[in-house]
């Protein structure tokens, strides 16, 4: 039996240690000038990629599982466009607990393969788009129609990551204070995407409160059919539709990114930095790139996963010439 010393050696008894924490943050790297002209304006991106199952999601379905009571023989139940679901069956399968998992449709192929590698027990698809409406349509209306339903009483414990406190405490507890840490509070701006709004509201608010001054900007989808997985766009949804966990209060500015900025970045992103990240990511450098046009400080943003998940989504766009001005004029 190996002791806890071995933990300095990078060895784990558990996969639940390999999720970012205090303790073992997932790292942000600095933008060199290639991607970045701006020398007034820093910006880190904390790469989410490097949590055990290969995104930020990692952390709220851990959250999510350690906090709910699930009874033997029952499955948990949850809606996702993908990564949050990756996560749930890795950690399902780990402890010996059922998943069943309700996608959109429109997800990458990429995903439903994955989530049949690992062998969840009932894989959903819902007529929706890549972000499901709240409460009653698409893949979050199936999974809270099939978590009601008389006829699967008692089978189901219903996450619900998106009316979920725990979604937020995941960030608040250890995204926010591990940003905090690694950049020695010196943080003047705060960039993620609108998807369950739990990661710019745990965040946001941990860093309002070590700091009121540090700014938080929203990125959300130019338009509400987008191709930008995880994301919504929040600025145009009717109340009942937006998340019950988002605090709008401590938001500062939105900023609307269209599918083609999203996806050139994320594709410049890889060419002059070597970083294979999604296309919320390039959405949210884009934004973070916009606002070092005007701004000096230090801005942080989140890269939520990585490119491996949406190679059939960046095809169209790998022949494209950019149609950013500062990735052509460097």
């Known amino acids: 039996m190996l002791d806890n010393n071995q933990n300095n050696k990078r060895v784990y008894h558990s ?5 970012g924490n205090v303790n073992n943050p997932t790292p942000i790297i600095i933008l060199s000038d290639r991607i970045n002209p701006f020398p007034n304006f820093t910006i880190g991106v904390k790469l989410e990629k490097y949590n055990i199952f290969g995104s930020i999601k990692d952390r709220v379905a851990l959250k999510m599982i350690l906090g709910a009571n699930i009874a033997p023989g029952q499955s948990i139940l949850e809606a996702s466009s993908g990564n949050t679901a990756i996560a ?12 069943e998992i309700v996608v959109p449709e429109k997800i990458p192929e990429e995903k439903k393969k994955l989530l ?7 894989l959903w698809e819902a007529e929706d788009a890549l972000c ?8 979050r209306g ?55 709004c739990a990661t710019i509201t ?40 937006v998340p019950g966990i988002f605090d709008k209060s401590i938001i500062d ?6 599918d ?7 594709i410049m992103l890889a060419r002059k930095g070597g970083l294979l990240v999604g296309p919320t990511t390039g959405a949210i450098a884009y934004a973070a790139l916009k606002y070092g046009e005007t701004e000096s400080g230090v801005g942080v943003m989140v890269s939520p996963d990585d490119a491996f998940k949406y190679t059939s989504f960046y095809e169209p766009y790998l022949d494209k010439e950019s149609e950013y001005s500062m990735v052509k004029n460097q």
């Open 116 to 122: 049949k590698l690992l062998g969840v027990t009932e």
């Open 15 to 19: 996969l639940m240690d390999l999720i």
């Open 132 to 139: 499901p409406l709240f409460p009653d349509e698409g893949a």
């Open 202 to 241: 745990g965040v946001g608010r941990f860093l309002k409160e070590k700091n009121p001054n540090v700014k938080i900007i929203g990125v959300e989808p130019a338009r509400s059919d987008h191709k930008l997985p995880g994301m919504k766009k929040i600025s145009e949804l009717a109340e009942e539709y």
């Open 253 to 258: 500015d939105i900023i609307e990114v269209d």
């Open 260 to 266: 083609d900025d999203a996806f050139q970045t994320g």
């Open 142 to 196: 199936l999974a809270k129609s099939l978590a009601e339903s008389p006829a699967y009483k008692n089978k189901y414990v219903y996450l619900n990551q998106y009316e979920n406190e725990l979604n937020i405490e995941a960030h608040y507890q250890s995204t926010g204070p591990e940003i905090w840490n690694q950049l020695n509070g010196k943080v003047d701006y705060f960039f993620a995407g609108f998807g369950t």
């Open 88 to 99: 749930l069956a890795c950690l399902g399968n780990a402890l010996g607990i059922p998943v």
